[in-house]
């Protein structure tokens, strides 16, 4: 008898892999984990680039907070993706519970809008509709300039795209603070989702800031740099650097948040059923 083909033979019918993950510490866990990585990020920003202790440019653009192709962008874009991919899953877990329609819409809603947003962030689509939207109706573009939507353009101090996109987001967001305190029953979790909806809103603010000329009487960019005695440019810097910090923040409280609801209505385990349709025979 082949004891060595013997042992293949038992591992090959093994039924499957199987992996404990310590349900009350996870959420926790992978919030510490993404708290402490964002403030690495705003570290590095702050003292590689911004302070230059790396004399190389390509270098410093890799720790640059407020570049889109930088390390913390792509945190935020990995965050974001698996943050939908948890509300994927806890979709599938009430449509297999059979919960109530709007239940599993709900979630099932919320899992696209925050797919779409990884995206968004990934490939930078709010900026690309704000840029397509100045080139129809900003002044002197074309004829559409001096329609309604060129003056609503005009009159906007700010980025298009908060004019043309925010109101969409803001939309989707007021949705999900709805439906959310509906299935979030702890005051804990429920001051956690509006303090991610502050950071957020926090974050919004500060972009729209940034859009405002210098000389804007709204911008605080510009209030701050002359009644503290600092250069715009290190001013500009540091509130780019806030805001980023602020959106990754608020993801990470998400995920915390849609990590515990999972654990929570999963109950002590999660099992995926890989099946396969069956061949006919003959």
């Not at 991919?85 to 696209?112: E, H, K, P, T």
């Not at 074309?142 to 803001?170: H, K, R, T």
Request: aromatic share 14%; with cysteine.
């Amino acid at each position: 008898m082949n004891t060595a083909n013997n042992h293949v033979d038992s591992t090959h019918m093994h039924p499957g892999a199987r992996v404990s993950i310590d349900g009350q510490k996870l959420p926790a866990r992978v919030f510490v984990f993404c708290l402490a990585a964002e403030v690495l990020f705003v570290l590095l920003d702050a003292f590689v680039n911004y302070a230059e202790w790396s004399q190389y440019a390509t270098i410093r653009d890799l720790f640059d907070t407020t570049r889109e192709v930088a390390l913390a962008s792509w945190f935020m874009v990995t965050q974001t993706f698996v943050a939908g991919l948890v509300l994927w899953v806890i979709f599938l877990v009430n449509r297999d519970q059979a919960r109530s329609r709007a239940r599993v819409v709900g979630w099932g809603f919320l899992a696209v809008f925050f797919t779409y947003l990884s995206v968004d962030d990934g490939a930078m689509i709010h900026e690309r509709i704000g840029s397509r939207f100045f080139d129809a109706y900003g002044p002197g573009k074309n004829a559409n300039s001096d329609g309604l939507m060129g003056q609503i353009q005009a009159l906007f101090p700010s980025y298009e795209w908060q004019l043309v996109v925010l109101p969409l987001l803001v939309a989707a967001g007021v949705f999900m603070l709805f439906f959310l305190w509906r299935e979030f029953h702890t005051r804990g979790e429920r001051l956690l989702l509006f303090s991610a909806a502050g950071c957020m809103a926090l974050a919004v603010g500060l972009d729209f800031i940034e859009g405002l000329g210098v000389r804007h009487p709204w911008n605080l960019r510009t209030w701050f740099a002359g009644e503290f005695d600092y250069t715009l440019h290190a001013v500009g810097h540091y509130s780019r650097s806030l805001e980023e910090f602020l959106e990754m923040l608020a993801m990470s409280l998400l995920l915390m948040l849609f990590l515990r609801h999972l654990i929570r209505i999963s109950g002590p385990g999660l099992t995926f059923n890989f099946s396969k349709a069956t061949q006919e025979q003959g």
